[in-house]
């Protein structure tokens, strides 16, 4: 019988490991989120600061995410996964009664990428636009969008520049 102990016990370990799975880790399978740097608009190469910034998320219910008054010279927003636009509302409060409102809808086509077993799927955005429609033409303070790069499929770099 104990012939038979020894194989049996080999076997039994080799079926327990051979059962299991490497592990599987996601390092960098984040949807990319949208970088926005505000510049200068007479010299698109010198960030400039937005005093008393209010970023306001849209979607087809109202509000959907708000970035506080805050003074920023780059923000980074999410774009909706599934859809083909989402719109913000940008205001720069001045004072109390004097607020510039801007909207900037951003359309774009959403991309599943599959990444690995452990990530599974990201979206990229590709082929991205954007739409600025100024609420107050007397008090216009965005003077122009540019669109450094038309493919979001990271979050290391500047992908839209505002000029004011």
Request: aromatic letters at 6%; proline letters at 3%; charged letters at 25%.
């Amino acid at each position: 019988m104990s012939k038979f102990k020894f194989p049996l016990v080999i076997l039994l370990g080799i079926l327990a490991f051979s059962a299991c799975e490497k592990d599987d880790i996601c390092i960098d399978a984040d949807t990319p989120r949208l970088i926005i740097r505000f510049v200068d608009a007479l010299d698109t190469t010198i960030s400039k600061d937005v005093q008393n910034l209010v970023v306001i998320g849209l979607d087809e219910m109202g509000v959907r995410d708000t970035i506080p008054n805050v003074a920023l010279d780059s923000i980074i927003l999410s774009l909706r996964p599934n859809a083909t636009s989402t719109s913000f509302t940008l205001k720069r409060a001045l004072s109390i009664t004097d607020k510039n409102t801007d909207t900037i809808t951003f359309n774009y086509e959403a991309k599943e990428v599959f990444k690995s077993r452990a990530c599974g799927y990201t979206v990229n955005y590709e082929n991205l636009q954007a739409a600025l429609t100024i609420k107050n033409p007397d008090s216009i303070w965005i003077k122009g969008i540019i669109i450094d790069t038309a493919l979001i499929e990271n979050s290391a770099a500047t992908h839209v520049k505002i000029l004011h």
